[in-house]
Nanobody, 119 residues
Framework: QVQLVESGGGSVQAGDSLRLSCAVS????????MGWFRQTPGKERAFVAG????????YYADSVKGRFTISKDNTKNTAYLQMNSLKPEETAVYYC????????????WGQGTQVTVSS
């Protein structure tokens, strides 16, 4: 059974940092793509960052480039999203997703973790 469990969300002030974690079971992160998305009420889930199965390629939404970093630790079977200089408009539920090594779809999702950034 595949399971993705996010953690690390919370309430912070604008300009602060948070690191989200996504612990994966039932899959091996070294063989899959991982991604982070976020969603606010009434809006579609939006791509934030992605990392290739080998970890050598990373991708970011323009709005987070230079501030967010996606990574994964194969020994811990966990993906991370380091978020720096957070902004109030980035308040959202953050989800991690996992997909096959080749392609663009994400087949598995976590339950989400709330990030609230106050000004």
């Amino acid at each position: 059974q595949v399971q993705l469990v996010e953690s690390g969300g919370g309430s912070v002030q604008a300009g602060d940092s948070l690191r989200l974690s996504c612990a994966v079971s039932g899959l091996t992160v070294s063989n899959i793509r991982m991604g982070w998305f976020r969603q606010t009420p009434g809006k579609e889930r939006a791509f934030v960052a992605g990392i290739s199965w080998g970890g050598s390629n990373t991708y970011y939404a323009d709005s987070v480039k230079g501030r967010f970093t996606i990574s994964k630790d194969n020994t811990k079977n966990t993906a991370y999203l380091q978020m720096n200089s957070l902004k109030p408009e980035e308040t959202a539920v953050y989800y991690c997703g996992a997909g096959p090594a080749v392609g663009s779809r994400y087949d598995y999702w976590g339950q989400g973790t709330q990030v609230t950034v106050s000004s």
